[in-house]
């Protein structure tokens, strides 16, 4: 019986802790912009969220933002993003890198759910590369899932195309 109960009690610890390691900032935001422009980031900008563009983003998320303004960086090659979404529960932060109309890298910087951790790994984030928009503001292909990460998947896949278009709204004020 104490035999049992012993190895219940370690099972439970390897599990919690194994949770609290999936949690956490595996990159700074600002280190992140750092990286991007090679130390030296452009000044951050803001893109206003109107009426026309918060009717774009509720139609990519599926409810409106809560934010007036979001910032970007511009470097006039790329532009970085720095874009929150809700998993299951928690926010789930993520960097996106988008040049010439399509992703050019995805960071999974701050991640505060107890599942579908599994999203910050290059064997997932690597789908996004070079993805574009489509009809519809949808990605131009399909990402494959990670079995028990859905929410996490559809998360990052929201927040992919909602870079891209923040993207085509800076560049099409632009031109």
Same mark, same amino acid.
């Given at each position: 019986?104490?035999?049992?109960i012993s190895y219940l009690l370690i099972l439970s610890i ?51 933002l809560a934010a007036i303004r979001i910032r970007y960086w511009? !470097?006039?090659? %790329?532009? /970085?993003?720095?874009? *929150?979404?809700?998993?299951? &529960?928690?926010? $789930? ?32 984030? !690597?789908?996004? %590369?070079? /993805?574009?928009?489509? *009809?519809?503001?949808?990605? &131009?292909?399909? $990402? ?32």
């Open positions: 019986m104490v035999r049992n390897l599990l919690f802790s194994f949770n609290a390691y999936a949690k956490g900032i595996y990159l700074k935001p600002a280190k992140f912009i750092a990286e991007v422009f090679d130390n030296d980031p452009p000044k951050a900008k803001k893109i206003w969220v109107k009426k026309e563009l918060k009717a774009g983003i509720k139609s990519i998320l599926g409810h409106d511009d !470097d006039g090659s %790329k532009t /970085a993003w720095i874009l *929150e979404e809700i998993g299951r &529960d928690k926010l $789930i932060t993520v960097g996106f890198v988008v040049k010439e109309k399509k992703i050019a890298q995805v960071n999974v910087l701050i991640f505060r759910e107890s599942r579908g951790w599994e999203i910050k790994y290059p064997f997932f984030t !690597d789908q996004f %590369k070079q /993805a574009t928009l489509v *009809e519809n503001n949808k990605l &131009d292909r399909k $990402i494959d899932g990670i079995s028990g990460a859905t929410l996490s998947v559809n998360a990052l896949t929201r927040l992919a195309q909602l870079a891209l278009y923040l993207d085509s709204q800076v560049n099409k004020k632009l031109n």
